[in-house]
């Protein structure tokens, strides 16, 4: 008896340690699959921009400067998710993810302003565009919350004991929360929005 509490002890430590450390490594695998699941989205927005925007420049000469902050935001955003691809690295997805927001605010802001052109929103490659364009939006949210679902997973599973103690030897980066930006949390004011 004394000798499997001797052997059996350890033995027993191990194997809840190596359970633990292939659930960390697991659930870190399943946070990069859901990151490459957000990709996928961004890339089908990335790809439909360009669309949009050749059919709004069209009838929208007066929003030059905005088309063209679109079109930069896009170019800075997509080379930051190539990025993300290669390193994947916590720092350079919270980068990426901020360039995303600042896309997705200011094309919002264009489907906004294009309402002002009835002749561009009655168009029907800009209907089907637009389309396409909030589908693809419900895609990504739903992403992120799978990602977000990933994230909390794995940070679970690293800060738990044993877990915080084989962190240490996984080198698993705490992956950053997929967050709405300052301004998507303020209040809305309904007056403000009718006046």
Not at 86 to 115: W, Y
Not at 120 to 143: D, F, G, K, R
Request: aromatic content about 8%.
């Amino acid at each position: 008896m004394p000798e499997l509490m001797l052997y059996g002890l350890p033995l027993l430590a191990l194997l809840i340690g190596y359970c633990w450390y292939v659930a960390i490594i697991s659930r870190r695998n399943a946070v990069l699959d859901a990151l490459s699941g957000i990709d996928v989205q961004l890339k089908k927005r990335h790809d439909l921009i360009p669309n949009v925007l050749a059919i709004a420049r069209r009838f929208m000469q007066h929003e030059q400067a905005l088309l063209e902050q679109i079109t930069r935001l896009r170019s800075e955003a997509f080379s930051a998710l190539q990025k993300t691809e290669q390193s994947q690295s916590a720092k350079d997805i919270e980068h990426h993810f901020a360039l995303e927001q600042q896309l997705q605010q200011t094309m919002g802001r264009f489907m906004v302003q294009a309402e002002a052109y009835p002749e561009l929103t009655s168009a029907q490659p800009m209907i089907t565009a637009q389309h396409t364009y909030q589908e693809v939006e419900a895609n990504i949210a739903a992403a992120r919350r799978f990602y977000n679902t990933s994230v909390r997973r794995l940070r679970n599973s690293c800060e738990i004991f044993p877990g915080s103690l084989l962190v240490k030897l996984t080198n698993v980066e705490p992956f950053p929360f997929y967050e709405a930006d300052s301004v998507e949390r303020q209040n809305v004011h309904a007056a403000d929005l009718l006046g």
